[in-house]
């Protein structure tokens, strides 16, 4: 597999990939505030959570120009608070470290940056910043902010997936829950896009083989479709002849609820269609990236979202996370990173993997 990484700034490079080339994006942009990612040009230091959103809607425009008709983004989230004064510069957030939830929480917060970088980013101002709109300590709604941009720029939005942080980063909050999670959108570029939900169908519960059974099969509470009907996901052959939807299982019970059909149905119903909220471990790494995500989060959405021996994009590549789990799924991947550190722990970390196997192609 080839696994290609583009040093840059994604605004300028992606315009250089042909149309509809990639059969589906997973990614984790910087989140608006949170994180120096030490190179000028950088996303995510914007001085207004607005124009925040508009560079990410810019971006992903561009990213559905290379997305194939058929295919799908997967975009990893976080959120933050509104403050009451800003840090060095910048946005605020709810205390006066602009923390916030970044993935792993470490690495530099924004009052670490250096002298340089605060004048690459002098865009941001020093003084005191409100949010537009927001009263101090409230929360910023970063996720669902740019989902409503990205809706009314075209995209499908189609799930909002919780990453429950099993090991969240203690918070020093006294007046509201610690936050442990994280959204992941998935979006799709046409009403009907490729979907192999059967790839990372889960375990059934283990009432649900008692219930039908108590219940003399499957009971039907709906149509034929539960799904949205015409909008439903061009289901993968596969994930529908072995594990299928819950609709699709409640009203095979419907057409043939005897015991034969029961027997013949046990091994469909030993999984079921992923639920929205997966509950996953934040993985330690080492080296000085402190915002990749877990591999299981690119794991579910590539098996999901790309088919064997298609290409998967990540614009915002950091330390190529989707591209080492690509690789690993027998998928080919394009990773846009602007920090050339990065980038090169990318290509390390990739080649390090599958020595053997993986074709890193710099384009830096
Ligand atoms: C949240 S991190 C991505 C981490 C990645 N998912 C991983 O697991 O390693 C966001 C990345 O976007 C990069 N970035 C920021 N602005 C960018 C831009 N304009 N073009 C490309 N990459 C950018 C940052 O340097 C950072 O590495």
């Known amino acids: 597999m080839t696994v290609s990484i583009l040093s840059g700034d994604c605004r300028d490079l ?24 030490g190179v000028a ?14 560079e990410m809607v810019e971006v992903f425009r561009e990213c559905r120009r290379v997305l194939r008709d058929d295919g799908t983004l997967w975009l990893n989230l976080g959120d933050s608070y509104a403050g009451n004064r800003s840090a060095a510069w910048g946005p605020p957030s709810e205390s006066s470290t602009l923390v916030g939830n970044g993935h792993l929480g470490g690495g530099p917060k924004l009052k670490s940056m250096t002298d340089s970088r605060r004048r690459d980013n002098a865009k941001c101002p020093r003084s005191d910043v409100r949010v537009a709109g927001l009263k101090p300590k409230d929360m910023v709604g970063q996720p669902w902010r740019v989902a409503f941009a990205l809706q009314a720029d075209g995209w499908w939005l189609r799930s909002e997936i919780i ?26 570029k046409s009403a009907r896009y490729y979907f192999d939900g059967g790839a990372i169908a889960e375990p059934a519960s283990p009432n649900t083989h008692a219930r039908y059974a108590q219940n003399g099969g499957p009971v039907p509470t709906s149509g034929w479709a539960d799904g949205d009907g015409p909008h439903d996901a061009v289901a993968h052959s596969r994930g529908r002849r072995k594990h299928g939807t819950d609709a699709e299982a409640r009203n095979r019970g419907r057409i043939k609820a005897t015991a034969s059909f029961a027997a013949g149905t046990r ?12 509950p996953l471990v934040a993985e330690p790494f080492r080296e000085a990236h402190f915002a990749t995500f877990p591999t299981e989060i690119p794991r579910r959405c590539i098996l999901a979202g790309c088919p064997e021996g298609g290409t998967v994009l990540d614009p915002f ?3 190529g996370t989707t591209g080492l789990v690509a ?3 027998q998928r080919d991947a394009i990773l846009i990173e602007l920090n050339p550190v990065y980038a090169e722990m990318a290509r390390c970390r990739i080649q390090g993997d ?3 196997f993986v074709e890193v192609a710099d384009a830096v």
């Not at 914007?46 to 925040?52: A, G, N």
């Not at 429950?164 to 992941?184: A, C, G, Q, W, Y």
């Not at 091994?267 to 997966?278: A, G, I």
């Open 14 to 37: 992606l315009r250089t990939l042909p149309d509809e080339s990639v059969h589906c994006i997973v990614t984790s942009p910087p989140y608006w505030g949170l994180r120096d990612y």
């Open 41 to 54: 040009g950088q996303i995510g230091l914007e001085s207004t959570v607005d124009i925040w959103v508009n």
């Open 163 to 188: 990453w429950f942080k099993l090991n969240p980063m203690p918070e020093s909050v006294i007046d509201r829950p610690t936050r442990s999670h994280e959204t992941i959108f998935l979006l799709s």
């Open 267 to 278: 091994e469909m119903l030993e999984t079921r269609n992923t639920r929205t909220v997966w």
């Open 317 to 319: 590549g950091g330390a």
């Open 327 to 329: 690789d690993r799924l």
């Open 354 to 356: 599958a020595p053997l």
